[in-house]
């Protein structure tokens, strides 16, 4: 009978890896933070601090001369402010646990063709589902080996959150794509209604 598969294997394909990761094995300062735990919160904090770059360009994005769509602007830095803090706090929690992190370049956003609030929302939706996904085999990871209090922390701190913004993202893009939001840099009255209406933009 095969022997089972460790448990940091079986969620390797879910899980953002730190390729620059260099744990200090043995070090007095950690915790009981598994190697393996370690280098996913390095990734996954990165991941969050490119969503918070991302955010940010796209608020420019929408207040640029020929977009003006100041509300939805500041929707998208209110949501940027809102990772930056995450990933300040999952750095902290790293640091609390005697864990390291990796600096690193923080690439280009990937938002540069966006040029509409539809495809601005479907990326923002795509980026916190992939987020998610990234906490949820993290937490997973953590209890299998035996770290439960990073699994809940995980689960509470930075996962909860996030499935509500999920869900407003969501709404937003429905109300979007109902009101005749167009993909490209068309505008219209839908990005009109949207800026002047949608009660969950606030300014």
């Known amino acids: 009978m095969a022997e089972p598969e460790p448990s940091d294997k079986r969620f390797k394909s879910n899980l953002p890896m730190c390729k620059c ?8 300062a950690r915790q009981n933070l598994p190697a393996v735990v370690e280098e996913t919160l390095c990734a996954v904090a990165t991941l969050i601090m ?3 770059y991302r955010l940010e360009a796209l608020a420019s994005t929408f207040e640029q001369d020929d977009m003006a769509l100041p509300r939805v602007a500041a929707f ?16 902290a929690y790293l640091s609390e646990r005697g864990g390291q992190y990796c600096n690193k370049d923080i690439p280009r956003p990937g ?48 996962l909860a959150p996030l ?7 969501g709404d ?27 009660e969950e933009l606030t300014v």
């Open 21 to 28: 990761h260099r744990a200090f094995l043995g070090s007095r």
């Open 172 to 198: 937003l893009l429905t109300n979007a794509r109902r009101v005749g939001c167009a993909g490209d840099h068309s505008g219209g009255f839908g990005e009109y209604l949207i800026n002047e209406l949608q």
């Open 163 to 169: 499935v509500s913004r999920v869900k407003l993202a």
């Open 111 to 158: 938002s540069e063709t966006v040029c509409a609030l539809l495809p601005a929302l479907e990326l923002t939706l795509g980026q916190w589902k992939e987020e998610m996904a990234a906490l949820e085999a993290v937490s997973r990871l953590a209890r299998d080996l035996g770290d439960p209090h990073t699994s809940s922390v995980v689960k509470n701190r930075f």
């Open 76 to 91: 998208f830095r209110q949501q940027s402010v809102e990772e930056q803090t995450q990933a300040a706090a999952m750095l």
């Open 50 to 52: 490119e969503g918070a």
